[in-house]
């Protein structure tokens, strides 16, 4: 029995943590955040440095390519930016396939305002997310987000969406299975 992965993408603050904890108390699915091993890795290398570019990369497909080949859904969140290489998804996609599963990318948006009234949130602040408006605008301006665009299964403004309210929206569009309430 082969997992599935549902890849939640969009912006910083655009709420795929929370919306993904809720997903998965709502699906079963693990939830597998981006920071696990972003946050390991900047105990060792500089973030974009070749040597932390390359570790994230693999390490979050080895990881979710075996998972999947051990049966296990999984939820993955990733902000797409510039030293994520633009094959990512796709090199996502076909380690899926090589272990016999499946990937259902949700893009997640919400207005630039939301964005950054998120970002100076108390939430953020106890994490080593960016939690600074001003470092936010400086690296949207030099185009750190700049990414090519990613082919999306179901696509979802979270701008005036509870958490809970779009984990169930994610899970219907997607055809999930139920296994809790939200």
């Known amino acids: 029995m082969s997992g599935k992965v549902v890849l939640l993408h969009g912006p910083a603050a655009a709420g795929k943590f929370t919306i993904g904890k809720e997903l998965s108390d709502l699906t079963g699915f ?15 290398f500089r973030f974009g440095s070749p040597g932390f570019v390359h570790h994230r990369e693999r390490i979050w497909l080895d990881v979710m390519g075996d998972a ?17 290489s633009p094959e990512f998804p796709q090199n996502l996609a076909n380690r899926i396939g090589a272990c016999e599963g499946t990937v259902a990318s949700v893009e997640i948006r919400c207005s630039e305002e939301e964005i950054e009234r998120r970002i100076a949130s108390k939430s953020r602040q106890e994490s080593q997310k960016l939690t600074s408006i001003a470092a936010y605008r400086q690296l949207r301006d030099e185009g750190a987000f700049a990414y090519p665009p990613i082919p999306s299964d179901f696509s979802l403004d979270t701008s005036n969406v509870p958490p809970e309210d779009a984990a169930r929206q994610i899970a219907d569009a997607l055809m999930l299975p139920i296994i809790g309430f939200t």
């Open 68 to 84: 999947v080949r051990a049966g296990t859904s999984l939820i993955f969140t990733f902000n797409p930016e510039r030293t994520v």
């Open 30 to 44: 693990a939830l597998f955040h981006n920071h696990l091993v972003v946050d390991m890795l900047l105990s060792v």
